[in-house]
């Protein structure tokens, strides 16, 4: 790949679009701490771009002015992504998935496939990537197994966001009127005696969480199963990633959905990486697997991938 042609793919990557970081949140809460993870990784990216013959971490660290801790982390994601490429010792060049080609034939999809089934093996649960579009909850990603299946869609998920993980992900990065827009036309209905009653109770979980802390379904979707979700966002619309576990473990789901936080920037990444495909990736499962109820058929069949690779905030500075 030609260094004009390497310029011309990460210039791709810049594309101006409304994202996390640029729409009007609900209090003024700082980006998430996975974009700002992969914001400190395409800081590391642009930087691997501009040496074809390879590029230090040392070198890195000096243009970055990053920690090295964080560079570590970064170039970790990078690779990961097909974004970077060791090129010998502490030494990286570009990778091929910045190459338009690579891009366009679906590489960034089977990463994505890839990405989702390493977080599924590491939190032990299902993991689902969920969208906020056209005013509606949907399941746009998710991979599972015979040992991690998913939640059993007892009650359409788009009337469930205020009972659910995946849900409240979602609305807390929408702003004041867009939720009470979502809520006039999906009624808080009781699902379990766990479910929150009120608009009132559900904003002030939301908004009075801690920075960067998962938002948590304690048995109020179903009896059984808790959930975990990430804000997350790779375009113009709320996203996040999330887990389920079909057994009312709090310890359990404490654990898996820390580590669901830390991997939190490389689904964003693959997701990111995947934006230029327009199908969207079948679901991740175990041959055992039974299929999942209807939302995640049609995730499988008709949800489109993230339109582009929108990273606006690759010349913005931390």
Not at 31 to 45: G, P, W
Not at 60 to 66: D, G, H, P, V, Y
Not at 171 to 192: A, E, P
Request: proline share 7%.
């Amino acid at each position: 790949m030609t260094g004009e042609a390497n310029a011309w793919a990460l210039e791709a990557l810049k594309q101006p679009h409304l994202t996390h970081a640029a729409r009007k949140s609900p209090d003024g809460r700082p980006a998430s701490a996975a974009l700002e993870s992969v914001h400190q990784a395409l800081r590391v990216l642009e930087v691997v771009n501009r040496y074809s013959g390879g590029v230090s971490l040392t070198q890195i660290a000096r243009e970055t002015k990053l920690p090295q801790l964080v560079i570590a982390r970064a170039v970790e994601q990078l690779v990961r992504a097909s974004l970077a490429a060791p090129t010998g010792p502490d030494a990286y060049v570009a990778g091929n998935a910045l190459t338009l080609t690579d891009a366009a034939g679906g590489d960034g999809r089977g990463h994505l496939r890839e990405t989702l089934a390493w977080v599924r093996d590491a939190v032990g649960a299902a993991v689902y990537v969920a969208r906020y579009s056209d005013g509606e909850v949907s399941i746009t990603q998710y991979a599972d197994g015979p040992g991690t299946p998913v939640v059993e869609e007892w009650v359409d998920f788009r009337s469930a966001a205020h009972a659910s993980a995946v849900g409240k992900a979602l609305l807390t990065q929408l702003d004041y009127d867009d939720r009470k827009d979502h809520l006039d036309r999906h009624r808080m209905s009781k699902f379990t005696p766990h479910t929150i009653g009120s608009e009132k109770a559900l904003f002030h979980q939301l908004d009075a969480r801690r920075p960067n802390a998962p938002l948590l379904d304690l048995q109020e979707y179903a009896l059984g199963t808790v959930c975990a979700a990430v804000p997350i966002t790779s375009g113009p619309n709320a996203e996040c990633v999330a887990l389920s576990i079909p057994v009312p473990d709090p310890g359990r789901l404490r654990q898996a959905a820390r580590i669901l936080q830390s991997e939190a920037a490389a689904v964003l990444l693959a997701l990111i990486v995947a934006g230029s495909a327009q199908p969207a990736p079948a679901p991740v499962r175990s041959a055992a697997a039974a299929p999942g109820p209807q939302w995640f058929r049609d995730a499988s069949a008709g949800a489109a991938a993230p339109a582009g690779l929108h990273l606006p905030f690759l010349s913005t500075t931390v």
